[in-house]
């Protein structure tokens, strides 16, 4: 497993952790120690369900310190296309979340925020 915490997503106050890895049942127990994160989707039970249908997800959680954070999961840390997609994920909470929209005349802005966090989870396997 590999992990990359605190990804800071400024100008908010909100924080990314990323996890790269298939050892389903450790990250995913990991992730159920950490974090208070309810399966509100009716499809799934526990990671180990998403996971095998899923190749990552990404989600926004209550931390141990009962802060809120953003986390991604990613089977294949080599699968650029999987984590472009979940980041894009990421980049919706972001703005669910703060409170700011996007838009089309804005959308250089949620470009410019998958640029920098897929540059800091590419900056963590250097």
Known sequence: MTK?????????HLMLDAYFG????AIGEEIDKRY?????DQHYRTFYEV?????GFAHQVVDEDGM??????????????????EIIHV???????????FSFDAQEIQA???DYVMEQILKSFR
């Open 22 to 25: 298939d050892d389903v049942e």
């Open 4 to 12: 990359v915490e605190g990804i800071r997503i400024a100008p908010t």
């Open 36 to 40: 208070d994160y309810d399966f509100d």
């Open 68 to 85: 809120l954070r953003l986390i991604m999961w990613v089977l294949d840390p080599n699968d650029l296309v999987t984590i472009s997609h």
């Open 51 to 55: 996971m095998r249908e899923r190749k």
């Open 112 to 114: 410019y925020l998958h």
């Open 91 to 101: 980049t919706w909470y972001v703005q669910y979340l703060s409170g700011f929209r």
